[in-house]
Nanobody
Framework: QVQLVESGGGLVQAGASLRLSCAASGRTFSSSSMGWFRQAPGKEREFVAAVSWSGGTTYYADSVKGRFTISRDNAKNTLYLQMNSLKPEDTAVYSC?????????????????WGQGTQVTVSS
């Protein structure tokens, strides 16, 4: 059974940084791709970033490219999202997800396990 627990969210001002973490249980973490998604009030959940099983391949939504960095530590079963230069439009609940395969994907259908999410609020 896979469980994902996010942490690190909070209320920050525009321009600040936050680092989100996602602690995973289960023995499949190190062989699975991982992703971050976010959902703002009244909007669909959207893709943010993804990383392959080894961490060697990453993929980002255009809206966060150059500001966010996804990484993972397979020894610690933990996924990270470093968010810099935050903007008010980054305000959302951020959730991590574990993929069915080892390769990166931006599609929700390719992820089988989801965390509950952590709130990120960016004030202007």
């Amino acid at each position: 059974q896979v469980q994902l627990v996010e942490s690190g969210g909070g209320l920050v001002q525009a321009g600040a940084s936050l680092r989100l973490s996602c602690a995973a249980s289960g023995r499949t973490f190190s062989s699975s791709s991982m992703g971050w998604f976010r959902q703002a009030p009244g909007k669909e959940r959207e893709f943010v970033a993804a990383v392959s099983w080894s961490g060697g391949t990453t993929y980002y939504a255009d809206s966060v490219k150059g500001r966010f960095t996804i990484s993972r530590d397979n020894a610690k079963n933990t996924l990270y999202l470093q968010m810099n230069s935050l903007k008010p439009e980054d305000t959302a609940v951020y959730s991590c997800a574990q993929g069915y395969s080892a390769t990166v994907s931006q599609w929700r259908r390719d992820y089988g396990y989801w965390g509950q999410g952590t709130q990120v609020t960016v004030s202007s």
